[in-house]
């Protein structure tokens, strides 16, 4: 799923809201933000596009419900269509049977191509899902196994829609044309689609399978094995060729899109290619000066030499033990940012000993007027030219 706007919010319908109210919704808007409709606003494909995902999931029982109790988390795994890749017509055709009705019907006239010629080889929909991964497998590269569920070709009858055994007659719709010339949105423009009553073939089955209602599609589980490459980012995804819904008219399939999700560590946050990590150490090792080990991701551990006079937040650099580049393999480097921590509760002897010390410390307090992230942006750039 590409969008993180609440599927509710992006229909403008309340989560109690029925199928036809879900349909009827996601309609208007559909009219509302059509590209055609709105040449010179970039943002309406945007929205337009973000309606029909979001009509995707509420208008299927099963994905709204895991919607419902789960959020955008509950639909990983179940692989939805890639519409950012999709543009109006392909948009248009996927949700025929609730757009027929806008264009005054099929009545537009035949498209190209009479007796027959619209019927025409198309590729499948693509579909994207996600999976999480670690910290610890950016940096080796990883092997996922991703299950998913994809309509594909029904078995019963082999993706013709119709019961065994029956034979097909020609489409009213288009007249065996296989294509229908649409108008629509007042008017403002004309197309010539693919018949939404019988996707092109000109004939269709009065007599539907019993196993897909005359879909010609069933839903089949998937588990594929993908290889992550080390170095890769969150919110990249990993393309896997022809994994996606089979075309029409036994065109090829689409492909999958698994987008990599990273997970939140306990210990570093990812600044590109380099590693935060925040080192806590005591006053004293700050005033006097010590050696700590600390933990890297390689599940090694690195001696760093704090000299005696240390600031809290004063940041260290340890080279190549960041994450690899995902083009060159070239590891980034760990950042260590010093956090004094200051003891809560103190015995009677360390309690005289620090009042004899702040008896003999002079010490004005100023304010930083840096935040910490920016300071950990800027030594970033710093190290980085």
């Not at 055609?36 to 999931?57: I, L, S, T």
């Not at 029904?154 to 296989?178: F, I, L």
């Not at 560590?265 to 700590?292: C, I, K």
């Amino acid at each position: 799923m590409a969008s993180t706007r609440d599927y509710y919010e992006i229909l403008g319908i309340s989560k109690s809201a029925t199928a036809d109210e879900i349909k009827r919704s996601y309609r208007k808007l559909a009219m509302k933000f059509h590209p055609d409709r709105n040449p010179d606003n970039q943002e309406a494909e945007g929205k337009f596009k973000e309606a029909a995902e979001a009509y995707e999931v509420l208008a299927d029982d099963q994905k709204r419900a895991r919607y419902d109790q789960y959020g955008h988390a509950g639909l990983r795994g179940s692989a939805g269509h890639d519409f950012s890749n999709m543009d109006a017509g392909d948009i248009f055709s996927m949700f025929g049977d609730i757009f027929g009705d806008m264009f005054g019907g099929a009545g537009g006239g035949r498209g190209r191509g009479g007796g027959g010629g619209g019927r025409r080889v198309q590729r499948g929909y693509d579909l994207q899902t996600e999976t999480e991964i670690t910290l610890e497998q950016v940096l080796k590269g990883t092997e996922r196994e991703i299950d998913f569920v994809r309509q594909d070709i029904c078995t019963h009858c082999n993706g013709n829609g119709g019961k065994p055994g029956s034979d097909p007659v020609t489409c009213v719709t288009c007249g065996g044309a296989g294509q229908v010339q649409q108008a629509g949105l007042g008017g403002m423009f004309r197309m010539v689609v693919t018949c939404p009553a019988c996707n092109g073939a000109g004939k269709k089955f009065v007599d539907h399978c019993p196993k897909c209602k005359g879909s010609g599609k069933e839903p089949k589980k998937r588990v594929i094995n993908v290889k992550i490459p080390a170095g890769i980012h969150d919110g990249q995804a990993i393309r896997v060729s022809a994994e996606g819904e089979p075309g029409e008219n036994g065109g090829p399939r689409g492909d999958l899109h698994v987008v990599i999700r990273l997970a939140e560590h306990n210990l570093y946050t990812r600044e590109d290619d380099h590693l935060v990590l925040h080192m806590p150490v005591s006053f004293t090792q700050a005033a006097l000066g010590a050696v700590v080990k600390v933990p890297t991701l390689d599940g090694e551990s690195h001696e760093l030499h704090i000299k005696a006079g240390t600031q809290h937040g004063e940041i260290f650099r340890v080279n190549g033990r960041g994450l690899p580049n995902l083009r060159n393999s070239r590891r980034g480097d760990l950042g260590i940012v010093l956090k004094i921590e200051i003891p809560t509760k103190l015995t009677s002897s360390q309690r005289e000993l620090l009042t004899q010390y702040a008896e003999t410390e002079h010490f004005d307090v100023m304010p930083e007027n840096k935040s910490f992230w920016g300071k950990i942006k800027d030594y970033f750039e710093i190290i980085g030219n």
